[in-house]
Each structure stands twice: as C-alpha cells, then as structure tokens.
C-alpha cells in the first residue's frame, strides 16, 4: 500500500467547546500520530482492493463505520493490531492497541489547531478548499498550505470522521467529524466546528485521516471515555426550549 505518511504530535493540552450545553473544558493529551493527509481514493484502492478513479483525492461517501473497519483493514496491512472489534453495528475501541484508529475529537483539533488559537491556522484561502473556490468535487491531497504540524487539508476539502459520540442525549449513536469541506462557507471551515452523522450515513464530502497511539487505560483515552460517554446520554444538562431528549 502506498505509504501513510504519519506525523508525530508531541503531548500537550487543548479546550474543547460544547455550544448546547454550555460547556468548556480542557483535555491533556499524551503524544500521538496522525495522518499527514486525509486517506486517500489511491491508498483506500489499495487496502479493499476497488478502483481508484482519482488518486489523490481524499477518499471520501464513507460512513463512520466503514473509516472504522478501513482502520483495521490498514493494522492488518501493515501487522498490527487491530484497534477496533465489532458486534454487529457496535464497536469496541481497545485503547491499548498499536493499530490505526479513528482520532478522538481533542486529538483531530489539538492536531488541527497546531498552536493557533483563531478559527484557521492561516488565511482560509491559502489553507483550505471551501465553497468560495467553487469546486464540485474533493480536490487533490497537499494543493494548499499546511498548519506547522505539517499536516494538510485538515480544514476544507473534506469532513473527517472522529471516535467521538456528537452529542448522544439529542442525538444517540451520531459520530463527530470535523473540518470542513469543499462545499462550505467560511462559517463551517473553522477549527472548533462540530457536526456528525450517524454511523452508517455517508456523504461525498466526508472522509478521514487515520491516527495511531496506543495507551494504558480501559475505555478511555485523550479526552474520550465511555463512561462520559453514558453521562452525557442521560441528558441532565441545560437544553433549549422546547427541546427534549431522544431517551
């Protein structure tokens, strides 16, 4: 398979922002490694063996639980192990593992954010492909400026699929992505946006940048655990007007 070029994210910290619930909080992260470009159609050919029209185009109409399975098809590439089990639609993620993984939501925007604390790491239009280049389909990988991780593309271009639950109380088993995409106005392209979907929905602007890191704890790590995860189902926190919870 044709390399995934990863870099190596020293440890640090980063605030995360829930607008519904009114919430900031600050996530430690230890050392990771993230994909210098967003997986692509050439690199996603390769591991499931399917045609890849547009090589360098970032490989995007992928649910979350297909970027899940493409995270073990990748471990299994290169002899590692799988960081994922699944059960039907549920999935475990063994924190231990050394295998390719989904980021979680602290990991992509500490990653994203590379030390800047604006909504883009540099001017959007020399960092990232939105709506205002009037594109009607992902561009190439690497044809805009990176952040100073040397990461591309992480806004604009396409949508990337984190671990994270988007908001399970409104919203039940919905997945984040994060980033922006070709499509969007300047408004959505920002670092700190949230959107998600549910784990089988699957559009052309959303894709994924596989991460690696494996740590010493059980179902949790850099900002996601799953006992968090049943807290914030049970919707106890303030919410909007006239809104209820799906439970």
């Not at 063994?94 to 994203?112: I, K, M, N, Q």
């Not at 109380?169 to 959505?188: C, E, H, I, M």
Request: net charge negative; aromatic share 10%.
């Amino acid at each position: 398979m044709k390399d995934l070029e990863m870099a190596r994210i020293a440890g640090g910290t980063v605030m995360l922002h829930d607008g519904r619930r009114e919430r900031r909080w600050q996530v430690s992260l230890e050392p990771f490694e993230i994909g210098v470009y967003p997986l692509t159609q050439e690199q996603l050919g390769e591991l499931l063996g399917e045609p890849a029209p547009h090589p360098r185009r970032p490989a995007s109409d992928m649910s979350w639980l297909r970027a899940a399975r493409v995270c073990n098809a990748a471990s299994e590439w290169e002899g590692l192990d799988p960081a994922y089990t699944f059960d039907g639609e549920e999935v475990t993620w063994h924190v231990d593992s050394d295998g390719y993984r989904l980021p979680t939501e602290a990991e992509w925007e500490f990653a994203c954010r590379a030390g800047s604390t604006g909504a883009h790491y540099g001017p959007l239009d020399q960092v990232a492909w939105t709506a205002a280049d009037g594109g009607t389909a992902p561009h190439d990988v690497g044809g805009k400026l990176p952040n100073l991780n040397g990461l591309f593309d992480t806004l604009g271009n396409v949508w990337e699929w984190c671990w994270d639950l988007l908001d399970p109380a409104r919203y039940g088993d919905y997945r984040v992505f994060r980033g922006g995409g070709f499509a969007d106005d300047a408004w959505s392209v920002r670092a700190s946006t949230r959107r998600g979907g549910a784990p089988r929905m699957h559009h052309d602007d959303v894709g994924v940048r596989l991460a690696r890191g494996g740590f010493d704890a059980v179902d949790a790590a850099q900002g996601w655990s799953a006992a968090a995860d049943r807290e914030r189902a049970m919707g106890d926190d303030p919410r909007p007007a006239g809104w209820t919870p799906r439970r």
